[in-house]
């Protein structure tokens, strides 16, 4: 007897698997439902500045969500990824791309109220930027260390960037802009551009062999 065919859906689904997908879908549930929690009770609270007080959740849950990403953007077999005829930058591509709606839609819909005083906009372009910049450390660096630069940039600019950010440090102040359309989105996009571009098309650097 032959061997049965294997479905269109079956690469895609190994994929997934290997990179722990599903308990990051997990993970990222919970994640987004703190975080809906935690900007109401800010936004309620009479001592904070109503929405604006959403800047921690604004802050911190798309840096979360970015490093559940680059937990996942590694590969089994990095060499044999990148020597397989199968066109594996699609699956990349398409990966990241889910990871980024479904988030971004997710954590936006939790707040709505506002949405430029750090709401829905400061939370989906941050999503964006993170992930860029996870998907980006992953090629040069190696999905073991993904994480870290964008943990170290929201880190530095939570504790350093002025507030509020004035427009015009909002290009390297992204992470803790408000979210109207400033500089802000144009670093954020851009990164995500280049960080995911270039993820989908040379994939996580391999890690050195050990000795």
Do not use: K
Request: with cysteine; charged share 10%; aromatic share 10%.
């Amino acid at each position: 007897m032959g061997r049965a065919p294997v479905s269109g859906w079956g690469p895609a689904v190994l994929v997934a698997r290997s990179r722990g997908v599903g308990s990051g879908v997990a993970l990222a549930g919970g994640v987004i439902a703190l975080s809906w929690w935690a900007a109401s009770w800010l936004a309620s609270q009479p001592q904070f500045d109503g929405p604006r007080a959403r800047v921690p959740v604004v802050a911190a849950a798309p840096l979360a969500l970015a490093m559940l990403l680059a937990a996942r953007l590694g590969s089994p077999d990095v060499a044999l990824d990148r020597t397989s005829p199968r066109a594996w930058w699609r699956l990349r591509l398409a990966g990241v791309l889910s990871w980024a709606a479904v988030t971004a839609v997710g954590l936006g819909v939790g707040l709505r109220a506002e949405p430029a005083a750090y709401g829905a906009g400061a939370v989906v372009r941050n999503i964006l930027g993170y992930a860029g910049l996870a998907c980006l450390a992953a090629g040069v660096v190696g999905a073991g260390l993904a994480w870290a630069p964008g943990f170290v940039l929201g880190s530095v600019l939570y504790l350093a960037a002025p507030h509020p950010v004035p427009p015009a440090a909002a290009w390297w102040a992204w992470p803790m802009a408000p979210g109207g359309w400033d500089g802000s989105w144009v670093s954020a996009t851009g990164l995500f551009v280049i960080g995911v571009g270039w993820y989908a098309a040379r994939g996580p650097r391999e890690s050195p062999a050990p000795d």
